[in-house]
C-alpha cells in the first residue's frame, strides 16, 4: 500500500531528516525492501545470481557487526488485499505483461534491479547460516515492524513510503512518548559503509558507525497535523487501497493549484495545510470529505475508509509479543513499552469527539483502537507448524491462496513465445501445499480460516500476453501422524515408491528429484533428454562446482565465475559474425527454463519442510536434502552461456564435452595437486550420479484440473479460457489452448493510468541456419548451430580430442 511519490516529496525539505550514526543499538528491517535493496547492483536478466546475492546480504550483515549494530529482519506471511488494492496490482502486473511481451525478449545483457525469483529464501537463508534474528509475520509487515521498533525504542528501515505516516495507537490515544517515537530510516538515506567516529575531543575512544537520515514525524512538513488525523492524511493523499477520493472545495480554496508543481505534492501539501486547521474539531474533515459523496458512492467510500485507516495505525504491545518470539533482549536503558507522560486531559478530548454521523463516529473508534480483531492465521497450529512459518522453511506467500482472497504471483525473466508461465512447472507442488494445509484445518475443525477455499483458491498467473485467474479446487489432505513418515506422503504425492534413497553427500537426492520433475513437465512441450539437455548440464555442473567450494566461499569465486561466463559469452559472440558483433546472443528461452528448475527446487524444498512440521521429529524425511539456493543455483550468467555452448554440440557428445572440457575449466584450482586431482574426481561423480538418478526416477503426478479465466479489471468482459489438465497437455492440446486465446490477444486490456517504461532498444539477432534433425533442434524456434558448432569445438581443441582413439 505505498503512497506514490511521497518520499520524493519529503525528500525536497532537508527539516524531514535527521543525521544520525548507527552503532551499539537494534536496527528493524523490512525484509522485502532490503531484499529490493540488494539487488539493485546485480544482473538480472539471467534468472539470478544467488552467489553475489549472498555476498552482498554478507558484506551488508558484517557492517552492521561492525558497528556493533544487531538487525532484526521482519517478512511477510499471508498479504490480504484490502479495498482496491487487488485491483491495483493486478492492474500492474498487467501493464508489467504488456510492456514485457512489447519488449519481445530482447533486454540489456546488463540490466540490474529486478529481485531474483527466489530473492526472499535466499536471503532468508543467509540470515539462518549468519544467525542473524528474523522472523515471518502472520499479517500486515510495516505495522508488525513498527511496533518491534518503538517497543525496542529503535530505528526501524525500509523503502516503503507508508513508514514516513505509520502512527502508533499510544500517540493517538494522547501519550507523550518522544522517547518512542517512531524513528524511520529509509534504506535509499543510508551508506552501508562503516565510519569512524570519537566520544569526545578529551578523552577519544573510537568507534566505528554506519551514517544515516532519520525521518522524525514531529520536525516534519505535516508536524501540526494531529496524529489521530495521519492516517486520514495518507488516504486522501492515494493508495493502493484507496487509489483517488474527492476532496471539498475547502481544500482548494485554501491551497490554489500551481501548475509549475506536480499534482501530487500539490495534493500532499494541500491537504497537510488543510488537515491542520482541525485540531480541536477532528471529526470534521471526515464530514466534509464524506459530504463529496452520496447514495452508494458514500457506503462505498466508508467501507473502504474502514479497511484503510487502521493500516497506518501499529500497536507497540504487537512488538512486545514480537520481541518475546525473537528472545531478544530489551535495552537496559528500556522501560517499558508506554513510557512517558501520559495527557489524560487531551486523552478524555479524544474520546470526546464525537460526529452527528454514526458513520465517522465508527472510523474514530478504528482509529483510537477499537479495531476489529484480524483471524489469527495461527490459530491451533502446531508448535512445530509455528516455527516453521516464522523461520520460512516453507513459503509463506503460499498462503494467500487458500487463506486470503488470491495469491498474486510475481513475473519473472519469462519467454513470452512460451504460452505457459514459469511457475505453471511447480503448480502441483503448490497445490499439494494447499491440501495439506487444508487438511490440517479440517482437523483442527478451522475451516471457517479458509476464506480463500470458498469455493476455490485463486492464484493470478501470466498466460501468453495476459494476466489470468487459476480457479483451482482443494481437495484436503489429512497426514495420518501415527502410521506416516513425511517419505510415505511424498511417494504417494509422486506415485513412485522412494524407499531409502540416503545419498552422499545428502543433498544429490533432493537435486535429482528436482530435475526428474523438471523433466516430467518439459514432456509436455517436447521431447527431454536429461543427459543432453543444455539448460540440466549446465545447471548440474555449476551446482557441483559450487557445492564443492562450499566452505570457502568468497568473492574471489564469484570473480571467477564472472570470468569464465565472460569468456564463453565472447567465445560465442565472436562465432556469430563480425557483421553481429553488436548482438549479444541472449537466450530467453534458457533463462525461462532456469527459472522453472529453480521454482521446482524451491517449491519441493517448501514442500518437505511443511510435511516435516506437521510431522513428530521421528519422522521427518530421511531422503530429501536440501542446499541453499546460492549453492545450486550460483550465477544465471555462468549457467546460461554454458548451456548455449553446450547446445551447439552434439547431443552425444554433451555429457562427455561437459565432464572431460568444462568441469576442469570452471573449477577453481587448488595449488595441491593431488587435492585438485580428488576434487575432480569426486566432482565428476557427483555429475555422474545427479544426471543418471534423475534419469532413472519415475515420477507420475496426477493431473490438477483447474479453470483458467481472463482476468476482468473493471469496464471489460470475463472470457473463459476453459478447463485444462496439467501435467497431462500434449503438443497439440497446447496449440489447442493457444488458439482459444487469440481472441484475446488481439484485444488488450485499456489501462487509464498506464505508464510508460524506458525500453532498451531491440536489436534482432542473425538467424541460424535451419535444422532437419528433430532431436538437435531448439524447441518452438528452430534454430540450428551445427556449423557454428563445429568451428567452435575445432578452435577448443574439442572435437580432435574426441575423435582420438
Same mark, same amino acid.
Given at each position: 500500500?505505498?503512497?506514490?511519490?511521497l518520499?520524493?516529496?519529503?525528500?525536497?525539505?532537508?527539516?524531514?531528516?535527521? *543525521?544520525?550514526?548507527?552503532?551499539?543499538?537494534?536496527?528493524?528491517?523490512?525484509?522485502?525492501?532490503?531484499?529490493?535493496?540488494?539487488?539493485?547492483?546485480?544482473i538480472?536478466?539471467?534468472?539470478?545470481?544467488y552467489?553475489?546475492?549472498?555476498?552482498?546480504?554478507?558484506?551488508?550483515?558484517?557492517?552492521?557487526?561492525?558497528?556493533?549494530?544487531?538487525p532484526?529482519f521482519?517478512?511477510?506471511?499471508?498479504?490480504?488485499?484490502?479495498?482496491?488494492?487487488?485491483?491495483?496490482?493486478?492492474?500492474?502486473?498487467?501493464?508489467?505483461?504488456?510492456?514485457f511481451?512489447?519488449?519481445?525478449?530482447?533486454?540489456?545483457?546488463?540490466?540490474?534491479?529486478?529481485?531474483?525469483m527466489?530473492?526472499?529464501?535466499?536471503? &532468508?537463508?543467509?540470515? +539462518?547460516?549468519?544467525?542473524?534474528?528474523?522472523?515471518?509475520? %502472520?499479517?500486515?509487515?510495516?505495522?508488525?515492524?513498527?511496533?518491534?521498533a518503538?517497543?525496542?525504542?529503535?530505528?526501524?528501515?525500509?523503502?516503503?513510503?507508508?513508514?514516513?505516516?505509520?502512527?502508533?495507537?499510544n500517540?493517538?490515544?494522547?501519550?507523550?512518548?518522544?522517547?518512542?517515537?517512531?524513528?524511520?530510516?529509509s534504506?535509499?538515506?543510508?551508506?552501508?559503509?562503516?565510519?569512524?567516529?570519537?566520544?569526545?575531543?578529551?578523552?577519544?575512544t573510537?568507534?566505528?558507525?554506519?551514517? +544515516?537520515?532519520?525521518?522524525?514525524?514531529?520536525?516534519?512538513?505535516?508536524?501540526n497535523?494531529?496524529?489521530?488525523?495521519?492516517?486520514?492524511?495518507?488516504?486522501?493523499?492515494?493508495?493502493?487501497?484507496?487509489?483517488?477520493?474527492?476532496?471539498?472545495?475547502?481544500?482548494?480554496?485554501?491551497?490554489?493549484?500551481?501548475?509549475?508543481?506536480?499534482?501530487?505534492?500539490?495534493?500532499?501539501?494541500?491537504?497537510?495545510?488543510?488537515?491542520?486547521?482541525y485540531?480541536?474539531?477532528?471529526?470534521?474533515?471526515?464530514?466534509?470529505?464524506?459530504?463529496?459523496y452520496?447514495?452508494?458512492?458514500?457506503?462505498?467510500?466508508?467501507?473502504?475508509?474502514?479497511?484503510? #485507516? %487502521?493500516?497506518?495505525?501499529?500497536? %507497540?504491545?504487537?512488538?512486545?509479543?514480537?520481541?518475546?518470539?525473537?528472545? =531478544?533482549?530489551?535495552?537496559?536503558?528500556? &522501560?517499558?513499552?508506554?513510557?512517558?507522560?501520559?495527557?489524560?486531559?487531551?486523552?478524555?478530548?479524544?474520546?470526546?469527539?464525537? &460526529?452527528?454521523?454514526?458513520?465517522?463516529?465508527?472510523?474514530?473508534?478504528?482509529?483510537?483502537?477499537?479495531?476489529?480483531?484480524?483471524?489469527?492465521?495461527?490459530?491451533?497450529?502446531?508448535?512445530?507448524?509455528?516455527?516453521?512459518?516464522?523461520?520460512?522453511?516453507?513459503?509463506?506467500?503460499?498462503?494467500?491462496?487458500?487463506?486470503?482472497?488470491?495469491?498474486?504471483?510475481?513475473?519473472?525473466?519469462?519467454?513470452?513465445?512460451?504460452?505457459?508461465?514459469?511457475?505453471?512447472?511447480?503448480?502441483?507442488?503448490r497445490?499439494?501445499?494447499?491440501?495439506?494445509?487444508?487438511?490440517?484445518?479440517?482437523? /483442527?475443525?478451522?475451516?471457517?480460516?479458509?476464506?480463500?477455499?470458498k469455493?476455490?483458491?485463486?492464484?493470478?498467473?501470466?498466460?501468453?500476453?495476459?494476466?489470468?485467474?487459476?480457479?483451482?479446487?482443494?481437495?484436503?489432505?489429512?497426514?495420518?501422524?501415527?502410521?506416516?513418515?513425511?517419505d510415505?506422503?511424498?511417494?504417494?504425492?509422486?506415485? &513412485?515408491?522412494?524407499?531409502?534413497?540416503?545419498?552422499e553427500?545428502?543433498?544429490?537426492?533432493?537435486?535429482?528429484?528436482?530435475?526428474?520433475?523438471?523433466?516430467?513437465?518439459?514432456?509436455?512441450?517436447?521431447?527431454?533428454?536429461?543427459?543432453q539437455?543444455?539448460?540440466?548440464?549446465?545447471?548440474t555442473?555449476?551446482?557441483?562446482?559450487?557445492?564443492?567450494?562450499?566452505?570457502?566461499?568468497?568473492?574471489?569465486?564469484?570473480?571467477?565465475?564472472?570470468?569464465?561466463?565472460?569468456?564463453?559469452?565472447?567465445?560465442?559472440t565472436?562465432?556469430?559474425?563480425?557483421?553481429?558483433? +553488436?548482438?549479444?546472443?541472449?537466450?530467453?528461452?534458457?533463462?525461462?527454463?532456469?527459472?522453472?528448475?529453480?521454482?521446482?527446487?524451491?517449491?519441493?524444498?517448501?514442500?518437505?519442510?511443511?510435511?516435516?512440521?506437521?510431522?513428530?521429529?521421528?519422522?521427518?524425511?530421511?531422503?530429501?536434502?536440501?542446499?541453499?539456493?546460492?549453492?545450486?543455483?550460483?550465477?544465471?550468467?555462468?549457467?546460461?552461456?554454458l548451456?548455449?555452448?553446450i547446445?551447439?554440440?552434439?547431443?552425444?557428445?554433451?555429457?562427455?564435452?561437459?565432464?572431460?572440457?568444462?568441469? %576442469?575449466r570452471?573449477?577453481? @584450482?587448488?595449488?595441491?595437486?593431488?587435492?585438485?586431482?580428488?576434487?575432480?574426481t569426486?566432482?565428476?561423480?557427483?555429475?555422474?550420479y545427479?544426471?543418471?538418478?534423475?534419469?532413472?526416477?519415475?515420477?507420475?503426478?496426477?493431473? =490438477?484440473?483447474?479453470?483458467?479465466?481472463?482476468?476482468? /479489471?473493471?469496464?471489460?468482459?470475463?472470457?473463459q479460457?476453459? *478447463?485444462?489438465?496439467?501435467?497431462?497437455?500434449?503438443?497439440?492440446?497446447?496449440?489447442?489452448?493457444? @488458439?482459444? #486465446?487469440?481472441?484475446?490477444?488481439?484485444?488488450?486490456?485499456?489501462?487509464?493510468?498506464?505508464?510508460?517504461?524506458?525500453?532498451?532498444p531491440?536489436?534482432?539477432?542473425k538467424?541460424?541456419?535451419?535444422r532437419?534433425?528433430?532431436?538437435?533442434? @531448439?524447441?518452438?524456434?528452430?534454430r540450428?548451430?551445427?556449423?557454428?558448432?563445429?568451428?567452435?569445438?575445432?578452435?577448443?581443441?574439442?572435437?580432435?580430442?574426441?575423435?582420438?582413439?
Amino acid at each position: 500500500m505505498p503512497l506514490p511519490g511521497l518520499t520524493t516529496i519529503l525528500s525536497k525539505s532537508h527539516q524531514n531528516f535527521e *543525521p544520525t550514526q548507527l552503532y551499539n543499538t537494534n536496527i528493524v528491517i523490512n525484509g522485502a525492501d532490503f531484499t529490493g535493496l540488494l539487488s539493485t547492483r546485480l544482473i538480472s536478466i539471467f534468472g539470478g545470481e544467488y552467489l553475489e546475492y549472498m555476498l552482498e546480504a554478507r558484506k551488508l550483515l558484517d557492517a552492521f557487526k561492525d558497528c556493533s549494530v544487531t538487525p532484526i529482519f521482519l517478512f511477510a506471511g499471508l498479504k490480504l488485499f484490502q479495498g482496491r488494492s487487488l485491483e491495483s496490482t493486478l492492474r500492474k502486473r498487467s501493464m508489467a505483461i504488456s510492456e514485457f511481451v512489447e519488449r519481445e525478449g530482447h533486454f540489456s545483457t546488463d540490466a540490474c534491479g529486478s529481485p531474483p525469483m527466489c530473492a526472499k529464501q535466499a536471503l &532468508s537463508e543467509v540470515l +539462518a547460516l549468519t544467525r542473524t534474528p528474523y522472523i515471518v509475520v %502472520p499479517h500486515h509487515l510495516i505495522q508488525s515492524s513498527c511496533a518491534l521498533a518503538s517497543f525496542l525504542d529503535c530505528p526501524v528501515a525500509g523503502t516503503t513510503s507508508d513508514y514516513f505516516i505509520m502512527t502508533s495507537k499510544n500517540s493517538i490515544r494522547g501519550h507523550s512518548i518522544p522517547q518512542h517515537a517512531l524513528k524511520f530510516i529509509s534504506l535509499n538515506h543510508f551508506d552501508a559503509i562503516p565510519l569512524v567516529g570519537k566520544t569526545s575531543s578529551e578523552c577519544p575512544t573510537e568507534y566505528r558507525f554506519l551514517s +544515516a537520515h532519520v525521518f522524525r514525524p514531529e520536525a516534519s512538513d505535516f508536524h501540526n497535523v494531529q496524529p489521530i488525523l495521519r492516517p486520514l492524511l495518507a488516504i486522501l493523499y492515494g493508495t493502493e487501497v484507496v487509489p483517488s477520493t474527492r476532496l471539498p472545495n475547502s481544500v482548494h480554496s485554501m491551497y490554489p493549484k500551481d501548475e509549475s508543481m506536480h499534482p501530487k505534492e500539490w495534493r500532499f501539501k494541500a491537504l497537510v495545510q488543510w488537515l491542520s486547521q482541525y485540531s480541536l474539531n477532528i471529526p470534521k474533515p471526515l464530514e466534509e470529505v464524506s459530504a463529496c459523496y452520496a447514495g452508494n458512492d458514500k457506503a462505498g467510500f466508508f467501507r473502504e475508509m474502514r479497511e484503510a #485507516l %487502521p493500516l497506518y495505525v501499529y500497536d %507497540p504491545q504487537e512488538g512486545e509479543n514480537l520481541a518475546g518470539e525473537l528472545n =531478544i533482549p530489551l535495552p537496559a536503558k528500556f &522501560s517499558g513499552g508506554n513510557n512517558g507522560d501520559t495527557l489524560e486531559d487531551f486523552d478524555s478530548f479524544i474520546e470526546n469527539q464525537n &460526529s452527528e454521523m454514526p458513520e465517522v463516529n465508527d472510523l474514530f473508534d478504528l482509529l483510537r483502537g477499537n479495531q476489529e480483531q484480524t483471524q489469527n492465521l495461527l490459530a491451533d497450529w502446531p508448535p512445530r507448524l509455528v516455527r516453521a512459518l516464522q523461520r520460512s522453511l516453507f513459503a509463506p506467500s503460499l498462503l494467500a491462496a487458500i487463506y486470503g482472497n488470491g495469491y498474486c504471483i510475481k513475473l519473472g525473466i519469462e519467454d513470452p513465445n512460451i504460452l505457459l508461465s514459469v511457475h505453471e512447472a511447480s503448480l502441483p507442488i503448490r497445490v499439494m501445499h494447499y491440501r495439506l494445509l487444508a487438511g490440517l484445518e479440517r482437523r /483442527l475443525g478451522r475451516l471457517e480460516k479458509l476464506i480463500g477455499l470458498k469455493p476455490l483458491a485463486k492464484e493470478y498467473v501470466r498466460r501468453g500476453d495476459k494476466l489470468v485467474t487459476y480457479e483451482i479446487p482443494v481437495e484436503p489432505l489429512v497426514v495420518n501422524l501415527d502410521t506416516q513418515q513425511t517419505d510415505d506422503v511424498l511417494s504417494a504425492f509422486f506415485h &513412485s515408491s522412494l524407499g531409502d534413497n540416503a545419498s552422499e553427500p545428502e543433498w544429490l537426492f533432493a537435486f535429482s528429484m528436482t530435475l526428474a520433475l523438471f523433466r516430467n513437465y518439459c514432456q509436455t512441450r517436447r521431447d527431454i533428454y536429461i543427459d543432453q539437455s543444455p539448460i540440466i548440464l549446465a545447471t548440474t555442473l555449476c551446482a557441483v562446482l559450487t557445492a564443492n567450494e562450499m566452505k570457502s566461499v568468497d568473492m574471489k569465486l564469484c570473480e571467477h565465475y564472472s570470468e569464465r561466463a565472460s569468456c564463453i559469452e565472447s567465445e560465442i559472440t565472436k562465432e556469430i559474425g563480425e557483421s553481429a558483433s +553488436a548482438v549479444r546472443p541472449y537466450r530467453l528461452d534458457l533463462v525461462h527454463e532456469y527459472t522453472e528448475i529453480q521454482l521446482i527446487y524451491s517449491s519441493l524444498k517448501s514442500l518437505v519442510n511443511l510435511i516435516d512440521s506437521l510431522m513428530h521429529l521421528s519422522q521427518e524425511s530421511q531422503n530429501f536434502h536440501f542446499l541453499p539456493m546460492w549453492v545450486v543455483f550460483p550465477s544465471g550468467r555462468l549457467v546460461h552461456w554454458l548451456a548455449t555452448h553446450i547446445e551447439s554440440q552434439a547431443p552425444t557428445n554433451r555429457m562427455h564435452t561437459v565432464t572431460r572440457y568444462w568441469l %576442469p575449466r570452471l573449477y577453481r @584450482r587448488k595449488d595441491d595437486t593431488s587435492v585438485a586431482a580428488k576434487e575432480l574426481t569426486q566432482m565428476a561423480q557427483h555429475f555422474q550420479y545427479l544426471i543418471k538418478t534423475s534419469s532413472t526416477i519415475d515420477v507420475h503426478l496426477s493431473p =490438477i484440473n483447474y479453470e483458467v479465466k481472463e482476468i476482468c /479489471l473493471p469496464g471489460r468482459l470475463q472470457k473463459q479460457v476453459g *478447463p485444462l489438465l496439467h501435467g497431462t497437455l500434449s503438443h497439440d492440446q497446447i496449440v489447442s489452448t493457444q @488458439r482459444q #486465446l487469440t481472441p484475446l490477444v488481439g484485444c488488450p486490456i485499456t489501462l487509464s493510468d498506464r505508464t510508460n517504461v524506458s525500453r532498451v532498444p531491440a536489436c534482432a539477432l542473425k538467424p541460424y541456419p535451419s535444422r532437419a534433425h528433430p532431436n538437435r533442434g @531448439r524447441g518452438s524456434r528452430g534454430r540450428s548451430t551445427s556449423s557454428y558448432s563445429t568451428r567452435l569445438l575445432g578452435r577448443l581443441g574439442t572435437v580432435e580430442r574426441q575423435q582420438k582413439p
